[in-house]
Every structure is written in structure tokens, then in C-alpha cells.
């Protein structure tokens, strides 16, 4: 009865995408690191989610270890941001080199967005405040993205008059 629940239970999370923080690739003979297949990945990383994640893992990760993980997985090898103040930034480590250094000058600012994500064909934007927790937010932006085969493969920010 018990391993039959465990079954059930394993399914279930399977069916949400919930499973894989409780599987263990290690103990699996002949199994890769990342057990997902390429629709899993390409599910998981949604126009919305890449919009999220990239707020929230990239520009919002202090931890650089963990924010390099999040540009790895969600970014195309090729991939540009565009700056409006700034200019362009190519590649992984161009973007994780200029989120790193956002994130240097305000590391207690916070992103949260303003409006659900929307998304049309392979593009989509998320509105955005920043700031300090339980302060007024310091700015206003809008994220705008062109995925490619389930990653972000262009970048482009705009910033906004706060609301």
C-alpha cells in the first residue's frame, strides 16, 4: 500500500512538473543531470517563465554561482541585451557580467512585476518595478524577449516612468 502511494504520488508531482526536486539523476543507472527531455525544457521555459526567471534569477540573483546557472539555462549561446543607456551586450558572459554588476550597485533592490507577462509568437514583456523592500520602487521598466527554441535569444529593456 505504501509503495502504491508513493507511485501515485511520484506520478502527480510528475504531471506538474513538481518531481524533479525529489529525484535523485545519481542514484539512476545511466542517467543524465538534467533527466528532462527537450519538451520538458522547452515547457519549463515558456515566454512567461524566461520573462520571470530572468527578473527574478538574473537581474534579481546576488549569488553569482547561481545567477551564471539561471543565464546557462535559460539564455542562447548567441544571445544579445540591449541597454537603452548603455548599449549591447553579447553572450552569456557579457550579460552575466552586466547583471552582476547591476546587481553590485543595489544589491537589496527587489523586481517585481506589475502585470502578468504577456506574450505574441516567439516574443513576449513583462512590466516591472525595482526598489527596496517596503520603500516607494527607485524604477520602472519593461523586459521585452525573443525566445528561440525555449531560451531567451534577445534581451531588450526599457525603462519606464514609475507608476
Known amino acids: 500500500m ?18 524533479r526536486p525529489f529525484v535523485n539523476s545519481s542514484a539512476l543507472p545511466g542517467a543524465s543531470l538534467d533527466i528532462r527531455t527537450e519538451g ?4 519549463s521555459n515558456g515566454i512567461s517563465a524566461l520573462l520571470t526567471r530572468n527578473l527574478q534569477e538574473v537581474f ?13 539555462e535559460i539564455f542562447t549561446e548567441d544571445c544579445v ?16 557580467r552586466i547583471a552582476g554588476e547591476i546587481r553590485a ?44 527554441d525555449g531560451r531567451i535569444a534577445a534581451l531588450y529593456l526599457f525603462f519606464d516612468k514609475l507608476p
Open 40 to 43: 520538458q525544457l522547452n515547457m
Open 60 to 72: 534579481g540573483e546576488n549569488d553569482p554561482a547561481r545567477r551564471r546557472a539561471a543565464i546557462d
Open 105 to 148: 550597485s543595489h544589491r537589496d533592490f527587489r523586481y517585481q512585476p506589475i502585470a502578468e507577462p504577456e506574450e505574441a509568437g516567439n516574443g513576449g514583456r513583462v512590466r516591472w518595478v525595482e526598489g527596496r523592500p517596503g520603500e516607494a520602487p527607485a524604477h520602472a521598466g519593461t523586459d521585452f524577449i525573443i525566445a528561440r
Open 81 to 96: 541585451f540591449y541597454d537603452p543607456n548603455k548599449g549591447a551586450y553579447r553572450g552569456r558572459g557579457e550579460i552575466d
Open 2 to 19: 505504501q509503495t502504491m502511494r508513493v507511485v501515485l504520488a511520484a506520478i502527480f508531482l510528475g504531471l506538474f512538473g513538481l518531481a
